[in-house]
């Protein structure tokens, strides 16, 4: 079965500093990998996503996530933290003989220092 | 085009009492899951719907059942509820098939057990 570990359950970054939240996962093959974001009493917004091909994606808002089978980790980056990013991310992955569940880490709360 | 309606956003019940909530998919989508969120046990998986089928479920006991209909959407019951199952529920919506898609999310339904 897959799981998921996001090992930072909260994160503070002066607003304009660079960001890397981490993801680690456990599956036996080469899974598919989310990020996502929510606000408070909101729904999840997809980053971005990662399925095959180019190890490096591109997501919405500036995000970026590499995914690295090696190290069995596919970590969030930004260069520049606005202060509308602080939310609480999740990282999730799914399989195919799982149709489409998908398994949540536990979530990072970024919170952004002006 | 419109995204994941998820009806009522809000919801207070009383113990032993039931309770149906409803999701509505993006147009086109086959597959709607259900998620519940809560601070403690953070985001699970309850259940998968794909063409009215039930293709994969969690680990909820089974007064959590759902359904989905011709159209798409779904519903998902809880019967005999208990102060534990206060939590905000999620649906996704997805394509559906095997090889990969990306699921979005409604904003929830906010349900509380008192």
């Known amino acids: 079965a897959q799981s998921v570990t996001q090992p930072d359950i909260h994160i503070t970054v002066s607003e304009g500093a660079s960001l890397e939240l981490r993801c680690n996962y456990s599956y036996g093959a080469t899974p598919y990998l989310f990020w996502y974001v929510q606000s408070p009493g909101q729904g999840l917004q997809l980053l971005l996503k990662y399925f095959s091909g180019d190890t490096l994606v591109q997501g919405i808002k500036g995000f970026e996530a590499e995914f690295k089978r090696s190290q069995s980790s596919f970590n969030l980056r930004k260069p520049s933290v606005h202060w509308s990013d602080a939310a609480e991310y999740f990282c999730?992955?799914?399989?195919?003989?799982?149709?489409?569940?998908?398994?949540f880490g536990a979530g990072t709360i970024l919170r952004v220092k002006s | 085009k419109a995204g994941v309606t998820q009806t009522p956003r809000y919801l207070i019940k009383t113990r032993g009492q039931q309770v149906t909530l409803s999701c509505s998919p993006i147009?086109?989508?086959?597959?709607v899951s259900w998620y519940q969120q809560t601070p403690g046990q953070g985001l699970q998986f309850l259940f998968e719907?794909?063409?009215?089928?039930?293709?994969n479920k969690g680990n909820f006991p089974g007064r959590f059942s759902g359904r989905q209909f011709s159209n798409s959407r779904s519903e998902m019951n809880v019967s005999t509820l208990e102060l534990g199952d206060s939590a905000l529920y999620l649906c996704?919506?997805?394509?559906?098939?095997?090889?990969?898609?990306?699921?979005?999310f409604g904003q929830g339904t906010r349900l509380t057990v008192v």
């Open positions: 996704a919506s997805s394509l559906g098939g095997l090889e990969g898609t990306e699921a979005f």
């Open positions: 999730a992955v799914g399989a195919p003989e799982y149709g489409n569940k998908l398994v």
């Open positions: 147009s086109g989508h086959r597959s």
């Open positions: 719907y794909f063409s009215e089928t039930q293709r």
